[in-house]
């Protein structure tokens, strides 16, 4: 496995080792110790999350102000453009994000630490997103920031207007959001 910094340091892309032939393919999604020493880390999931998705469906940006949680996330069907941002205050790239496409073909995995807000935009026809999590889900803390504030400026490839959950709809722009200190 190997880790690559995005333009957030923390967010790391991760990239198994493949081996394929005219038979198919196989990787270990996900082995602890090679974790570890790609990233540095030593996290324990507690969560795996699946989600199904249509194009143009954007989901995000969400983040648990009380029990954040680090993910480890990718795709198993299709394609997604997937962003995350820094919403600690203290932090040097409060407010930034930083965007990777993630792909069943690509088969690149993406950590990012508690303390950001995720969301995802799917490019194909339909995706199949999976996700580990350090902490169990807690609806009455989470929270969504806007996916289109412009104080965040993220470049989303969308066709038209993306297809939005009501709770999407209603996000908060990062001014007004309650963010990590």
């Known amino acids: 496995m190997q880790a690559t910094p995005t333009a957030i340091p923390e967010v790391q892309i991760l990239e198994p080792k493949i081996f394929g032939d005219d038979r198919g393919f196989f990787f270990e999604s996900y082995n602890k110790k090679a974790f570890q020493v790609a990233t540095g880390l030593d996290v324990e999931f507690v969560q795996d999350n699946h989600s199904k998705s249509a194009r143009n469906v954007l989901r995000g940006l969400h983040y648990q102000i009380q029990h954040p949680q680090g993910k480890l996330v990718r795709v198993i069907q299709g394609a997604v453009f ?7 205050r203290s932090s040097p790239t409060f407010g930034q994000h930083a965007a990777v496409e993630l792909s069943a073909e690509n088969k690149r995995q993406l950590w ?4 950001f807000a995720h969301g995802f935009l799917v490019l194909s026809e339909t995706a199949e997103f999976l996700y580990k999590t350090t902490d169990y889900y807690f609806p009455e803390h989470e929270r969504c920031i806007a996916w289109d504030d412009p104080a965040i400026g993220v470049s989303w490839p969308v066709e038209g207007p993306p297809a939005l959950s009501a709770k999407d709809r209603q996000g908060f722009s990062l001014g007004e959001a309650a963010v990590f200190e």
């Open 112 to 115: 990012i630490p508690p303390g």
């Open 82 to 88: 997937d962003v995350s941002v820094d919403i600690r």
